[in-house]
C-alpha cells in the first residue's frame, strides 16, 4: 500500500491485483540510434527517461497510452535465439484511420489502428504459440483473465491475442525463449501492489517460474512467470507506483 494513503480503487486484473491497469511491454536490441529514431520519429512515442539495467544494459523507456515502451539496449552479444512469441504490438491512435503495419530496424512488428480495434484503446499484444489450448489454460487459471473473444483476453486495458502456429515445436520454452535477453521482443510487465504474492499465487495456480521476486535498490521488486512455451512475463511492484517498498 502506498505509504500514508489509501489504494486507488483499480480492477482487478484477473487474479492479480494491479497497480496500474495497463501492461508495459520490453524489446532487446543492439541497434540503439536507429531504434530510438524509428520509435520516436516513425510511431511517435515520448522518450521518457534512462534507466541502467545491468550487465551493461540500458533501458530507454518511452511512453505508451499509459503503457511503458522498454527499448533494451546492450552494449554487450545478446543471446541469439529465435524469435519470441510476441510478435506484434498494436497501439491505439486517435486519426490512424484504418490500420497502418510497420517495421522497425530489427524487423519488429508494429501496427497503428483505431480506438476500439478488435477491444484496443491502449495497446494489444499478439502472440504466436505452439498450442491454443494451454495458452487457454493459462490465462484462465494461472492469471485468471476474461476472455474477449475465441483467441483474445484482457488483463487490465491490454489485450493479449494469440494464434496457433505449427512452425513452434512443444519445446519452444527451452530452445527460442531460453534467456530474456536476446534480440526482439522478449517480455511484458504487469504492475502490482504485493508482487510476492502475486508470483506465488501465479506459480500455485499454474505459471512456469522464471526467477523468484527479488529487489532492485528502493526503484522495484520483481519476479518473474513464464507461460507456457516459455515467454517471459514480469511481476513488479514499483516503489513509484506502491510506495516504499519491503524491507
Do not use: C
Amino acid at each position: 500500500m502506498a505509504s500514508g494513503n489509501e489504494e486507488p480503487t483499480i480492477p482487478r486484473g484477473g487474479s492479480m491485483k494491479l497497480a496500474k491497469n495497463v501492461l508495459d511491454f520490453g524489446l532487446y536490441t543492439m541497434q540503439l540510434d536507429p531504434m530510438l529514431e524509428f520509435w520516436r520519429s516513425e510511431v511517435g512515442l515520448p522518450y521518457e527517461e534512462m534507466l541502467p539495467a545491468g550487465k551493461g544494459v540500458r533501458q530507454h523507456r518511452h511512453g505508451l497510452n499509459g503503457s511503458v515502451f522498454k527499448l533494451n539496449h546492450s552494449r554487450e552479444p545478446l543471446t541469439d535465439l529465435a524469435q519470441s512469441g510476441y510478435r506484434e504490438l498494436l497501439i491505439a491512435r486517435e486519426g490512424a484511420f484504418g490500420e497502418q503495419t510497420l517495421a522497425d530496424p530489427d524487423g519488429n512488428r508494429v501496427r497503428l489502428v483505431e480506438p476500439g480495434f478488435q477491444g484496443i484503446d491502449g495497446i494489444g499484444i499478439r502472440l504466436a504459440v505452439h498450442s491454443a489450448k494451454a495458452h487457454h489454460a493459462f490465462y484462465r487459471e494461472a492469471l485468471g483473465l476474461d476472455a474477449v473473444d475465441e483467441q483474445s483476453y484482457r488483463w487490465g486495458n491490454t489485450v493479449l491475442s494469440f494464434v496457433e502456429d505449427p512452425s513452434i515445436a512443444a519445446d519452444a520454452a527451452t530452445t527460442r525463449n531460453e534467456v530474456m535477453r536476446a534480440p526482439g521482443y522478449r517480455y511484458l510487465t504487469v504492475q502490482v501492489w504485493d508482487v510476492d504474492a502475486e508470483y506465488a499465487g501465479a506459480i500455485d495456480r499454474g505459471a512456469m517460474p522464471g526467477f523468484a521476486p527479488m529487489t532492485l535498490g528502493k526503484v522495484a521488486r520483481i519476479g518473474f512467470i513464464r507461460d507456457p512455451d516459455g515467454n517471459w512475463i514480469e511481476i513488479s511492484q514499483r516503489a513509484s507506483l506502491t510506495g516504499a517498498l519491503p524491507a
